[in-house]
């Protein structure tokens, strides 16, 4: 049994970083432009089904800023609701069966790897996913 989880990576990837104007990362350099999303990491779930693979998959990214106040960081999570909610398309062999539209979303402080301090936040979509073939 195959995972989805290359094919949403790649999807969600191409969503993002054709609709916003900051960074997005799947892989964080030393020195990322600021502000930034980072795809953080999935967790997948096969469900048992007749017709093939099935999977809950959560998709976690994590945004940051490092302004002092909260604005910057909140027009980014925004701009990725606003993207995210038009859905991804997945290619070569699953197919999105189902896209939460509401995000679980949470902000707090952060310091990064370079020691930059400033505010983040994590969305985290769920998706379900079936093989095709």
Known sequence: MNSPLWELQQAIYTRLDGDLSEAVYDFM????????????????NAIEDKGGGLWVVNSRLTLFSDQE????LKTLCDSVVTSMSSGVTISGS????????LPLMRTFRAQTVDGTQGRAAEITYQFLIQESS
Request: proline share 14%.
């Open 29 to 44: 350099p030393p020195t990322p432009s600021k502000p930034y999303v980072f795809m953080e990491d999935e967790d997948a």
């Open 69 to 72: 106040d909260s604005e910057e």
């Open 94 to 101: 699953w197919v999105k069966v189902r896209q939460e539209q």
